[in-house]
């Protein structure tokens, strides 16, 4: 059977793998997106899974990245871990890593929001404060229109994760950034 990790567990083993402060912090903030999103959608009873797979997906892209998401799979799988959490966040590799394609509302949510949690970080860089309570969705838009503009987030990755769910790539825009404002004002309490 396999076994269930816990949030401690996963911090430390995404800390093993990782010591990049943007790296953890990105993890944190999917993780947080991932939550928010697990609420939004009524998967609250999911929400520590899903928090969980945001978490941990990039686990072996600081010391892989040629091999980012195979790396991981071997990771988890020499843990036994879950075989759902293992899928949930290869999945998100999909089209670029693997042809792990994500068909859960979850892992449709991981693979759209990742990159764009990353564009709007970037976004948020450029303002005074360097916060993403500053970040409007106009300017989001504007940025997301400059392919020059935090070119290694993928604009392509970002619109296949808005047609996976079936949403306007407005709304996932606007949803994202209220996520990450709404993680944003949690770390200030």
């Known amino acids: 059977m396999a076994k269930q990790i816990t949030r401690d567990e996963a911090w430390a083993l995404l800390k093993e793998y990782n010591q990049e402060p943007f790296h953890l912090q990105h993890a944190k903030t999917v993780e947080a997106v991932m939550g928010w999103y697990a609420d939004k959608l009524g998967y609250g009873d999911e929400k520590d899974f899903w928090k969980l797979v945001g978490l941990l997906h990039d686990l072996d892209y600081e010391k892989w990245p040629e091999q980012h998401c195979e790396k991981t799979r071997e990771i988890m799988e020499s843990l036994d871990l879950s075989p759902r959490l293992i899928r949930a966040i290869v999945s998100h590799g999909y089209g670029h890593r693997n042809d ?43 940025k997301y229109k400059n392919l020059n503009f935090a070119a290694g987030c993928s604009r392509d990755v970002i619109e296949r994760g808005a047609q996976m769910l079936d949403w306007p790539l407005e709304q996932l825009m606007s949803d994202t950034l209220d996520a990450m404002k709404w993680y944003e004002a949690q770390q200030d309490a």
Do not use: F, Q
């Not at 994500?102 to 916060?131: C, F, Q, S, W």
């Open 100 to 142: 792990v394609k994500p068909e859960h509302e979850m892992e449709k949510v991981l693979y759209a929001t990742d990159e764009l949690t990353g564009l709007i970080g970037a976004v948020a860089l450029i303002h005074p404060n360097k916060r993403v309570n500053e970040v409007s969705l106009k300017s989001l838009k504007k």
